[in-house]
């Protein structure tokens, strides 16, 4: 109940500090601004929801409202917000809700989609939802889907860009791994091998990841005290915390240490 009541004040005092504004969508900007702090909170979600009613067509309030419910898992209430942004604002987050699809609920088709209609918006240029190109995520969740052959063209597609303008240590470590593990999934371990080398070039040696998927492969080849050495290794930088991981969910093919040591069961 008191903190009910500290929500409403705290709701109270912004309308009235406000009220000398005479112009909506002016009150609604510095409410926004107000809710985008302690996200979550009741008072945040009392404010963004002010903001709202005050401006149904701010696409970012929408936006705002819909990340809680995300995070909590309560997807009709996610879905509705950030339905309502994109029909807003296509180009600021259709990427941004195909990301959510990607991570918090693994639809990869209608990831893909999202990201699909968000390229044809700007055909001159390649979108970088959430930091990364969309072929990035494009190659992420065809991987999702098993697509190996359309994964690793947009890999590739991501890799070749990003090396041309910025040099290939610019390239996020995780889209060779990535990379590797579509190749490796299909069966071209020496492509594989390629990737997880360009992994482990660019992550000073520590990649937990890299190092599992490589010593399978030797395995197969039957080098099994090069094996051996790649897992022990493995397991350590695992230990120390260098293994592709996601704030939220589990990233896609997350290895674990149980992983690790039941691989290294089988080498004795």
Known sequence: MEKSLKSFLNISIIVICLSSC??????????????????????????????????????????????????????????????????????????????NYLWFYRDYEKAIADFNALDSLTPNFIDAPQGHSIDYWRGIAYLGLKDYKSSIAFFEKHIA?????????????????????????????????????????????????????????????????????????AIEDFKQGYNNKRPYVETLREIYLEDLEDFKGTLK
């Open 22 to 99: 005479e112009d909506k969508k002016e009150k609604a900007l510095k409410i926004l601004e107000f809710g985008k702090y302690h996200q979550g909170s009741a008072q945040s979600l009392n404010a963004l929801s002010l903001s709202a009613e005050l401006d149904p067509t701010n696409a970012e309030t929408h936006r705002e409202l819909s990340i809680p419910y995300l995070k909590r898992g309560i997807p009709h209430l996610f879905k509705s917000h950030m339905d309502k942004a994109v029909s807003l604002s296509p180009a600021d987050w259709q990427g941004y809700r195909g990301y």
């Open 161 to 233: 860009k990003e090396t041309k303008d910025f040099g290939e240590d610019y390239v996020d470590v995780t889209a060779f791994l990535y990379n590797g593990i579509a190749h490796f999934e299909s069966g071209n371990h020496e492509k594989a091998l390629y990737n997880f080398n360009k992994q482990l070039k660019y992550s000073l040696d520590l990649s937990a990841d890299a190092k599992y998927y490589k010593a399978r492969i030797l395995k197969g080849k039957n080098n099994l005290e090069k094996a051996r050495e790649l897992i022990d290794s």
